[in-house]
């Protein structure tokens, strides 16, 4: 059974997706950042490294000598600025949009050339709906999203003959405990934008991270060869 790296493994959905596969019998190698409280009672490895620090993931890579078939890469930092873009901070906005797409790109430059080597390699990346629709008072965020997402696409033409298959996922708004994670304006801004999505989704619901998990499963399955390069929208029919 193939191995499965996880990165933004404290996150909801990271820890969600570790907890699912490592009870599953998942050989799994989790990265957090700075905090492990959702997977800390988890059995598998997990090691804190900053994304950020290409070098620094590629140190922890070499030292761990382990192989890497799929990686699930979870990471992201929030929006956070909830405001137009005309009224935005500069250097706010380059946060949000570095700190979204920069990580994305250093974990496929630490990991793609081990699964180039051995001839097999799985990634899921994960956008958002808003690289179709836009994102009001997130246009940093949204703009990484789209990054990532044709990361994944233009990364996937250059693989898929070695049998490495990358795809995103884009989710409309996940059903998470959002107090968990969210306070004060920005907490208000995330819940408005919750309601928007049930009120003209014709699911009339939040995406599960359980229905994350069957389309991971999917992309990560030995017996895809053809899937590769999509992003795969679950937005509930979005009216």
């Not at 070098?55 to 600025?81: V, Y």
């Not at 990361?151 to 996937?156: Q, Y």
């Amino acid at each position: 059974m193939k191995s499965i790296l996880i990165t933004g493994a404290n996150s909801q959905i990271g820890s969600f997706l570790a907890r699912q596969y490592e009870a599953e019998g998942r050989d799994l190698l989790l990265l957090y950042h700075k905090h492990d409280h959702r997977i800390a009672g988890l059995k598998s490895p997990r090691f804190s490294v900053d994304l950020r620090e290409l070098d620094a993931l590629q140190k922890l890579l070499s030292e761990l000598s382990s192989e890497t078939h799929c990686l699930i890469h979870c990471s992201a930092i929030r929006s956070e600025d909830a405001r137009p873009l005309s009224d935005t901070d500069p250097l706010q906005f380059k946060r949000v949009f570095d700190e979204n797409f920069y990580p994305a790109y250093n974990v496929l430059r630490a990991v793609l050339p081990q699964m180039l080597a051995q001839r097999f390699g799985r990634v899921v990346l994960f956008s958002s709906e808003v690289t179709r629709s836009g994102l009001a008072k997130g246009s940093a965020y949204a703009a990484a999203k789209a990054a990532i997402a044709n990361l994944a696409k233009s990364a996937a033409l250059e693989c898929a003959s070695a049998n490495v298959l990358i795809n995103s996922i884009a989710p409309a708004p996940v059903d998470t405990a959002l107090e968990d994670d969210f306070s004060g304006g920005y907490l208000a801004f995330r819940k408005a934008y919750f309601a928007r999505h049930i009120a003209h989704a014709a699911s009339q619901q939040l995406v599960s991270i359980a229905e994350i998990k069957q389309v991971s499963d999917l992309l990560i399955s030995e017996e895809l060869r053809s899937l590769c390069g999509e992003e795969i929208f679950l937005s509930g029919g979005k009216l």
